[in-house]
């Protein structure tokens, strides 16, 4: 996390050109740092990767099945229930922890209701937090 440039809330953001946001994480791929957030246009998602140290676009992929899909329609379908987007949770979950970036934002449903479960990351530190989205 310490080379990313690029906030999370900042990758979402640029991810919004190709579809609505509906979940975004830091991971390591093949040995580096990447931003990658899936979206959801009509009944495709996709799996957007956004330059850690531009903010820009890299790649958008279409997920077309397995866990990816899966995971895309669970959280498709609690960002469909939000009336929060996923950007202003992280940022008031970041704002309220300082010194803390985040590292991902997860969406669910909980007894009905849409939540995202923020981790957030200072140094070595890390924490999950839960914010409402409706």
């Known amino acids: ?37 899936y979206t959801a246009k ?3 998602f996709s799996e957007v990767i956004v330059d850690h140290k531009t903010g820009k676009v890299a790649k958008a992929e279409p997920i077309t099945g397995g866990d ?4 895309a329609k669970s959280q498709n379908e609690a960002i469909s229930k939000a009336k929060t987007s996923l950007q202003a949770a992280v940022s008031k979950a970041v704002k309220a922890n300082k010194g803390y970036k985040a590292a991902s934002v ?29």
Do not use: F, W
């Not at 809330?9 to 957030?37: C, D, M």
């Not at 990816?68 to 995971?71: F, H, V, Y």
């Open 1 to 37: 996390m310490k080379d990313a440039k690029v906030s999370l809330e900042r990758g979402i953001a640029a991810s919004k050109a190709k579809g609505t946001p509906i979940s975004a994480k830091y991971e390591v791929e093949n040995g580096k740092l990447q931003l990658s957030v």
């Open 42 to 44: 009509g009944d495709a």
């Open 68 to 71: 990816d899909l899966t995971a």
């Open 106 to 134: 997860t969406p669910s449903l909980k007894d009905g209701h849409p939540i995202a479960e923020i981790t957030l990351m200072k140094g070595t530190e890390s924490k999950t937090v839960s914010e409402p989205l409706d």
